[in-house]
């Protein structure tokens, strides 16, 4: 049984957007991430996928920029951000932790 989530904040139909758009681009981000390895298709089809993830990031906001909302309330986003699992999107843009085999790769001859 998965653990009950603590609420979301109240968002604005674009605020939302705005959120699942951020997370969603994060996570193609992340399988594009060169250092994490894996297969070429599947970084290019996340790539291709990120124009999208892109299209809605706008829209959301040109949608509050037209309603005259002027800026992102940071603590509020941020903590719909965190309830939605930003911390394991985030993780995966990082550069992996250097194996103790990885030493002396940049000292090649």
Do not use: S
Request: net charge neutral.
């Amino acid at each position: 049984m998965l653990p009950e989530l603590p609420p979301l904040p109240a968002l604005t139909r674009a605020e939302g957007d705005l959120v699942d758009g951020y997370l969603a681009a994060l996570g193609r981000l992340g399988r594009i991430n060169p250092a994490r390895g894996g297969d070429t298709l599947g970084a290019l089809q996340a790539a291709q996928a990120l124009v999208t993830e892109a299209a809605v990031l706008r829209d959301a906001l040109a949608t509050m920029h037209g309603r005259g909302e002027r800026e992102l309330h940071g603590r509020v986003l941020g903590h719909a951000l965190g309830v939605l699992g930003v911390e394991r999107r985030l993780g995966r843009l990082v550069l992996p932790a250097p194996l103790a085999t990885d030493r002396g790769l940049d000292d090649a001859p």
